[in-house]
């Protein structure tokens, strides 16, 4: 077929991210690629160009985009190659997770493998995937950023460039059927057929998997990376009545582990993505929004002392750390700041040189520097293995952690317990204050409305757990403010600036505005909920059971379903709680029969691997009733035994004069139903 040339390309096409609001588009905005966003005009013109796309995707805290984005796409080389043979085209993954998903089930498929930067390329008219990959090398031979063998960029463009001009159909054969394979796969979790699921059988299944899996050293249940995988978590201290001890004590163990890690930001608040040591040492420095969420979540499920300061901790960051921007939270923060010589490093911000510790206790009291330096593990010649720091870039820092207990500081330098955690607590505010005089790292501005969903529903749990009022506050305000800024007339959307809402968005919301309800009684909230389900049933349920990702796009090359959890509880793993949630609270036969049908479609895939499928399992094994509350007199005596129906995983409503218009429909069928126990106030 024809192909345009190069004076003709540059004359229609040319670098259009300078019009989009997502920073990490922004991000490359002044590259020498002609990147196009992800549109009906770009696929169009491809098609008409019938070049292949350049798919590129990542996301704005991700430490190795940025690297490629300096190495690769940053290169007029590179651009050049780029911009003479294909159509390049950039896409935020946290704007369009249903993309993301369909080409990282590919690479996956296809090589074993996934991660970010995400690229893969696409054939123009069908925009099936016949070649992919993550991270390749930019062509600067002393690049100080390579990692590992990685492939040339260079090399990948020339290789794929040839492939297509020589061998064109069979390429477009080969995209074609790996598609059907992947399409294939996902009907088949669709039409398997349900089967009865044995608890008792799912139970013992889980405790081998998680005693067999666990650290005893460390905590957590891999090897490095280590992901706090805070739903995972959650599941384990919320089922905990249904396993041995062991099991609940090895997640409240790895809370303690986190919380004395590295992965913990020692002196401000929150938690880092992973941890790229075993010991919870080393983070990868990004912060995610739904990483602190899962956590506080997790942590709400235990009493032991660790887990409630972890959770209080994490409050904290959520309610006035960076990411709390105008009320609401915004996606992410990098891992990269600028340092002093002007280059980004990678935790930059969070690590200190011996020098730079001792100055913030050069006026300090005698030994300050000493304790806190023992405390914390700093060296002079600084505390990151090597081996673990390929780059070079942590070289001569120090990264914080709980290295020694306050009871070995005090007994080393002679002092009290009392004294040390007082030296201890005016040195956290020191550095807190040397660091931010540092540039920070940048924060990713999309205000995602399924992360903040999930954010406001765990504020709302930690309120009556930790008895945390100021939470509560910011809870209420935060949902107020989602619902002015995260709707177009009427309509549900995943940011703010317009990009279309997916089932993930329904059911986290979904799940923050129940959590909101038993924190406060509203009945609004439950009635934007009950609608809200609604309207997710409308737009994404699959007939068969459960829900797809993404509404019926006509790009899309097949559309995406999932009950797996990931880094995140899958959609429908969450949606199944929403709908017995509110199946149980408003008495509606259709949530019941969609929970029903969800469980259904997934039961097979649950009996195969119930270690993917938690989020589920976790409403499964607990179906703990309705707690009601009926009348208008005072609560407060009756609040601890709201909490512990709470705790235990049950329903709680309160009908009242402002919510009788709402309930009084249903008050027969819950007198008649044998789960409710009913408390007259």
């Not at 945390?468 to 309509?491: I, K, P």
């Not at 999932?562 to 429908?572: C, K, T």
Request: charge should be negative.
């Amino acid at each position: 077929m024809h192909r345009m040339g190069k004076v003709a390309w540059y004359s229609q096409l040319a670098n259009r991210l300078r019009q989009s609001k997502s920073p990490y588009l922004q991000g490359h905005k002044n590259n020498p690629v002609a990147w196009q966003d992800w549109s009906p005009e770009t696929l169009a013109l491809a098609k008409d160009l019938n070049r292949p796309i350049f798919l590129s995707i990542g996301y704005h805290s991700c430490h190795w985009c940025h690297v490629m984005n300096r190495e690769s796409f940053s290169n007029e080389t590179v651009a050049e190659a780029i911009n003479d043979n294909f159509v390049p085209v950039k896409v935020d993954k946290e704007e369009w997770p249903d993309l993301d998903h369909i080409y990282m089930m590919y690479l996956q498929a296809s090589y074993g493998q996934g991660g970010w930067p995400l690229n893969v390329f696409l054939t123009p008219e069908s925009l099936e995937p016949f070649f992919g990959g993550t991270y390749w090398a930019g062509p600067d031979v002393g690049s100080e950023t390579q990692m590992g063998n990685a492939i040339p960029m260079l090399d990948v463009l020339k290789a794929v460039d040839q492939q297509w001009r020589q061998n064109e159909q069979q390429c477009r054969e080969s995209a074609a059927k790996t598609v059907k394979s992947l399409a294939s796969l996902v009907d088949s979790k669709s039409s398997g057929g349900s089967i009865e699921l044995d608890k008792q059988a799912l139970v013992s299944q889980i405790e081998n998997s998680v005693l067999g899996s666990f650290d005893k050293e460390f905590g957590g249940y891999t090897a490095a990376p280590k992901f706090p995988m805070g739903h995972m978590l959650r599941f384990i201290l919320a089922s905990r009545k249904n396993f041995s001890p062991e099991v609940g004590e090895s997640a409240e163990f790895t809370l303690k582990k986190i919380l004395q890690g590295g992965i913990k930001d020692q002196v401000g608040n929150g938690i880092s993505r992973y941890s790229v040591s075993r010991d919870w040492f080393l983070p990868h420095f990004e912060k995610m929004l739904y990483d602190q969420a899962l956590l506080l979540q997790a942590c709400l499920e235990s009493d032991t002392e660790p887990a409630q300061e972890l959770a209080d901790d994490l409050c904290q960051y959520l309610i006035s750390g960076p990411q709390r921007v105008d009320g609401l939270w915004v996606s992410g923060v990098d891992a990269d700041s600028m340092g002093e010589d002007g280059r980004m490093h990678e935790g930059g911000y969070y690590t200190w040189t011996m020098a730079e510790f001792e100055k913030v206790f050069s006026q300090r009291p005698l030994f300050d520097a000493d304790i806190n330096a023992m405390y914390y593990g700093v060296k002079d010649n600084g505390n990151v293995n090597a081996d673990l720091d390929p780059q070079g870039e942590l070289a001569g820092k120090n990264v914080l952690s709980v290295h020694e207990s306050v009871e070995n500081v005090a007994a080393t330098f002679g002092k009290s317990k009392e004294y040390i955690e007082t030296v201890l607590s005016r040195g956290k505010i020191a550095l807190r204050e040397a660091r931010a005089k540092r540039a920070p790292p940048a924060i990713d501005e999309k205000i995602i409305t399924g992360w903040n969903g999930l954010t406001i529903g765990a504020l709302a749990r930690a309120s009556w757990k930790l008895g945390r009022t100021d939470v509560l506050g910011e809870a209420v305000e935060s949902m107020s403010l989602l619902f002015q800024t995260n709707f177009h007339h009427g309509e549900l959307m995943r940011t703010s600036d317009g990009i279309p809402s997916t089932h993930e968005d329904y059911s986290y919301l979904i799940s923050g505005l129940l959590d909101l309800y038993e924190a406060t009684f509203i009945v609004q909230y439950l009635e934007r909920a009950r609608n809200l389900q609604l309207e997710a049933i409308k737009k994404f349920s699959d007939p068969r059971g459960g829900f797809y990702a993404s509404q019926n796009w006509p790009w899309l090359i097949f559309r995406p379903k999932s009950g797996f959890d990931s880094a995140e509880p899958s959609s429908n793993g969450v949606a199944l709680s929403n709908l017995v949630r509110l199946g149980r609270m408003t008495q509606t036969k259709q949530f019941f029969d969609e929970a029903e049908k969800l469980i259904g479609c997934y039961s097979a895939d649950i009996k195969e691997q119930p270690m993917g499928y938690l989020s589920m399992l976790q409403t499964v094994l607990n179906d703990a009733g309705i707690y009601a509350i009926i009348g208008d007199g005072d609560m407060s005596r009756h609040l601890p035994a709201i909490n512990a129906a709470l705790s235990r995983g049950a329903s709680v409503i309160k009908v009242d004069k402002d919510s009788v218009h709402f309930f009084d429909s249903l008050e027969e069928q819950w007198e008649n139903a044998s789960e409710v126990e009913f408390v007259a106030i």
